[in-house]
């Protein structure tokens, strides 16, 4: 049985730094893209970073690029979303997907991500 489990949320005020988590198991982690996405409330879930299988090539949104990090370690099967300079506007649940690819590509389409977590909620206060 697939999982990804997020972790590392929290209420934090504006201009601090959080590191979020997704650990996996029953899958070949080394063989999937790994994405991290966001919803706030009413609105739909929005591309944060994706990060290729190898860790080699990384994509951001331009809301996030210079602030968030994406990284990954697939010996333990774990991926890390780097957040620094919060800002209230980054509040939302964040969730990490998993795509299978044959290629060493990153990946900005929800729809296309075969596995999900349940989430972890991020809070930027003023």
């Known amino acids: 049985q697939v999982q990804l489990v997020e972790s590392g949320g929290g209420l934090v005020q504006s201009g601090a730094s959080l590191r979020l988590s997704c650990t996996a198991s029953?899958?070949?982690?080394?063989?999937?893209?790994i994405g991290w996405f966001r919803q706030a409330p009413g609105t739909e879930r929005d591309f944060v970073a994706s990060i290729s299988r190898s860790g080699k090539n990384v994509y951001y949104s331009e809301d996030v690029k210079g602030r968030f990090t994406i990284s990954r370690d697939n010996a333990k099967m774990t991926a890390f979303l780097q957040m620094d300079n919060l800002k209230p506007e980054d509040t939302a649940v964040y969730y990490c997907g998993a795509d299978k690819k044959r290629v060493d590509r990153t990946n900005i389409t929800a729809r296309m991500y075969e596995y999900w977590g349940r989430g972890t909620e991020v809070t930027v206060s003023t």
């Open positions: 029953g899958l070949a982690f080394g063989n999937y893209v």
